[in-house]
């Protein structure tokens, strides 16, 4: 069964007639973040009424959104999106959704590019939003989460509203520049379509392209640089001649040089390549305590369609103990420490 996230706005209530003529069960779940006063309640009751109208399962949740800002010193934008998906995956878990779908649109994606470029973005960035992939919640990541109307433009969506009679709500804060997603679509986008009416199609194709060669690239193996000792004699490793073992005497810095993992050899012990799975853990370098992966790509503000990419060191005796996040960091119970006699030196070669 699926879970629609619907605001009242009109891409959501496209989203929920679509799922509705498919004719499959679905819920739906409704976030009052609180934001507008009688606006945001106006939205609850026009979902609640839809939803009794329809017979469809309505969840709806309020949050003091500025408030949980404030606590975590984040946006209240990102405040927003941290509550919703949050309690998105909270109610899979209580109700059994098998998957949570988002009305995010083909003008979205066009926004969300330019937002990553304006910000500095590696090739990934380029890609856009993907049609499905899994919330982005450090508790909740296994969840799959869909975008079923990302291959539609705004112009598609309301011509489709108009076809099938539909009600919605118009949020006034959208007209507003507060926001910076805001001036882009209100600003700048019109610019854009003075010399391209079509450039939220050509964009979206772009980021196609993007994407089809970043999972090319992925599916080549990673490169590593060998080091000038003999590499590691481990049956049970998978990891390519990279990786390589030699006596370390103390009179070295144990500083972690940039592109390079040094760690204990012996602590180690016998280890895997892999790539993050959930239940991974790590207690990195200094911390005082152990940290899901999810929380630690979170921290270190890795994108959830990064997070497959990233290689990482596990030990053989626990898989889900990942030794060092290769490129980033290394576990705490692998450090080089005075009673080390061999190291391990890891790099990575960025072709």
């Known amino acids: 069964m699926l879970l629609l996230a619907v605001s009242g706005g009109i891409d959501s209530m496209c989203l929920a007639q679509k799922v509705r003529l498919e004719g499959g069960p679905f819920a739906i779940a409704h976030c009052n973040f609180g934001l507008r006063g009688a606006d945001s309640d106006g939205d609850e009751a026009f979902i609640r009424s839809w939803a009794a109208a329809c017979g469809v399962p309505c969840h709806v949740k309020r949050f003091d959104t500025k408030a949980f800002a404030s606590a975590q010193g984040i946006s209240v934008e990102m405040a927003a999106r941290r509550l919703r998906y949050h309690w998105f995956g909270q109610l899979c878990r209580e109700y059994g959704y098998e998957a949570v779908a988002v009305a995010h649109n083909a003008n979205d994606n066009a926004e969300t590019l330019m937002l990553n470029l304006l910000r500095g973005t590696g090739l990934r960035g380029l890609v856009g939003m993907k ?50 997603r805001n001036k882009i679509r209100n600003l700048v986008f019109p610019v854009f379509r003075e010399i391209n009416p079509r450039f939220i199609e050509t964009l979206n194709r ?27 004699p481990s049956a049970s490793s998978v990891i390519p001649s990279v990786c390589t073992k030699e006596p370390w005497d103390g009179t070295e810095s144990v500083m972690q040089p940039k592109g390079m993992l040094i760690l204990d050899a012996d602590k180690a012990g016998e280890f895997i390549e892999g790539r993050w799975e959930s239940g991974d853990w790590i207690r990195p370098l200094g911390a005082p305590g152990k940290k899901k992966m999810q929380d630690w790509f979170t921290d270190h503000h890795i994108p959830a369609d990064e997070k497959p990419f990233i290689p990482l060191l596990k030990s053989a005796a626990d898989p889900h103990h990942v030794l060092a996040v290769i490129g980033h960091c290394i576990d705490h119970s692998v450090r080089v420490t005075k009673s080390t006699r061999q190291i391990l030196r890891i790099s990575v070669k960025n072709d």
């Open 131 to 180: 049609a499905s992939g899994f919330l982005p919640d450090p508790d909740f990541g296994d969840i799959p989460l869909l975008r079923p109307l990302l291959g539609m433009t705004r112009e598609q969506i309301e011509a489709f509203a108009r076809e099938e009679g539909l009600s919605w709500r118009e949020d006034a804060t959208n007209a507003q520049n507060d926001y910076k």
């Open 206 to 232: 772009d980021m196609e392209r993007f994407a089809d060669e970043l999972s090319a690239a992925a599916q080549a193996p990673e490169s590593f640089v060998p080091g000038p000792s003999s590499v590691i």
